[in-house]
């Protein structure tokens, strides 16, 4: 089973709709989550940290479910300069209490479409 | 204030050679990390380096290696490229260890490597 799974899409969706995506992760004892974004041929950006409570940051809502290990991410009223790779982000601490970096999802292909 | 920058952007390499990329982090990170994304893949991590001493290394072989200066720049060195290695080549940097709690990722723009 791989680490961080993502459906890799591509998701069209017209402009306005609602989306959202899910991402599982393997390691329970995962601490940290992270959504990041990233436009063709750019560098990836942080979108949004992942919190237990769930958390929202304007038309973006994020919400973490450890006892299914699954991540989502939801994007109301979505608009066209929202197309993008979205890559769903898990910090894995290593069996040896090492700093093993994050590990990152395939990535999900979103489309939207005017 | 400057983000991650990365040198140099584009960089195309033959079989058996050695590259050598370079990184600047955001003043005041002290953490610096390598990642290696392929086309059509997330990225994958390579190194961790914090406070100058490497804290984390991915799935790689050793001809990957890396290291972090006292001003906290860092280079990674690619030994004997095989065609294989062609990908884009991504510096990010944080103000704390990954690991050490919610700490985000900073990247820079990455140099796209071509092995030939």
């Known amino acids: 089973r791989k680490e961080v799974e993502q459906d890799p899409g591509p998701f069209n969706v017209p402009e306005g709709a609602t989306v959202a995506f899910n991402c599982t992760y393997s390691?329970?004892?995962?601490?940290?989550f992270f959504w990041y974004r990233q436009d063709c041929r750019k560098e990836p950006k942080l979108l949004m940290s992942?919190?237990?409570s769930g958390n929202e940051d304007g038309r973006f809502t994020a919400q973490l479910n450890r006892a299914s290990q699954y991540i989502s991410l939801l994007i109301r009223d979505s608009k066209l300069s929202d197309s993008a790779t979205y890559l769903c982000?898990?910090?894995?601490?290593?069996?040896?209490?090492?700093?093993?970096?994050?590990?990152f999802g395939k990535g999900t292909h979103l489309i939207i479409q005017p | 204030d400057a983000g991650v920058t990365q040198s140099p952007t584009h960089l195309i390499k033959t079989r058996g050679q050695h590259v050598t990329l370079r990184c600047s982090p955001i003043?005041?990170?002290?953490?610096v990390s390598w990642y290696q994304q392929v086309l059509g893949q997330g990225p994958q991590f390579i190194f961790q380096?914090?406070?100058?001493?490497?804290?984390g290394r991915g799935n790689f072989p050793d001809r990957f290696s890396a290291r972090q200066f006292p001003n906290y720049s860092s280079e990674l060195n690619v030994n004997a490229l095989l065609l294989g290695d062609s990908a884009l080549y991504l510096c990010?940097?944080?103000?704390?260890?990954?690991?050490?709690?919610?700490?985000?990722?900073?990247f820079g723009n990455g140099t796209r490597l071509t092995v030939t």
């Open positions: 990010a940097s944080s103000s704390r260890i990954i690991g050490g709690g919610n700490s985000p990722l900073h």
């Open positions: 390691n329970s004892a995962s601490q940290s």
């Open positions: 992942v919190y237990s």
């Open positions: 982000v898990v910090n894995m601490r290593g069996s040896g209490g090492g700093a093993d970096g994050l590990t």
């Open positions: 003043s005041g990170h002290k953490s």
């Open positions: 380096y914090y406070e100058k001493e490497e804290r």
